[in-house]
């Protein structure tokens, strides 16, 4: 008996997971034409906002291959496009929703978000880089 309740709620878990690779959203994975970039007050800041920020704050996405996996893929999506929209350091031509109040969210460890950091190694941020990310962040909002 249990063992039969066991492989019928095995093969209901696996068909909705099938099912769930149907459902469009989450593999829409386009990164627009970056139309500018902030005045960077050094290489090495830019390189920590690339690390640390560019996957969801600009239009140079890294899809990695989980990204094309419902529901993960949701996820993914929705935090880019979020992401993007408070956000984006390739469309820095436009106003930035958020670009006064970045440093602080770094300086607080609110970004980049703890979900996204065991998966994304190079985002790992030291308290040098850190505070070194947060200084530019800083100067390029002014």
């Known amino acids: 008996m249990t063992k039969t309740w066991l492989v019928r709620s095995a093969l209901i878990v696996v068909g909705l997971a099938v099912v769930i690779q149907i459902v469009p959203y989450g593999r829409r994975h386009v990164n627009p034409p970056a139309t500018g970039e902030?005045?960077?007050?050094?290489?090495?800041?830019r390189a920590l906002?690339?690390?640390?920020c560019f996957d969801c704050h600009s239009n140079e996405t890294r899809w990695p291959w989980y990204s094309n996996v419902a529901p993960v893929s949701w996820l993914v999506q929705h935090d880019t496009e979020d992401g993007r929209r408070a956000l984006n350091f390739s469309e820095w031509n436009r106003?930035?929703?958020?670009?006064?109040?970045?440093?602080?969210?770094?300086?607080?460890?609110e970004m980049p978000p703890a979900l996204y950091v065991p998966l994304?190694?190079?985002?790992?941020l030291s308290t040098e880089e850190r505070h070194a990310l947060a200084e530019e962040l800083d100067a390029i909002a002014q």
């Open 120 to 124: 994304h190694r190079a985002a790992r």
């Open 49 to 52: 906002a690339v690390r640390a």
């Open 38 to 45: 902030p005045a960077w007050t050094t290489a090495a800041g």
């Open 95 to 109: 106003p930035q929703r958020e670009s006064d109040e970045a440093a602080e969210t770094v300086r607080k460890h």
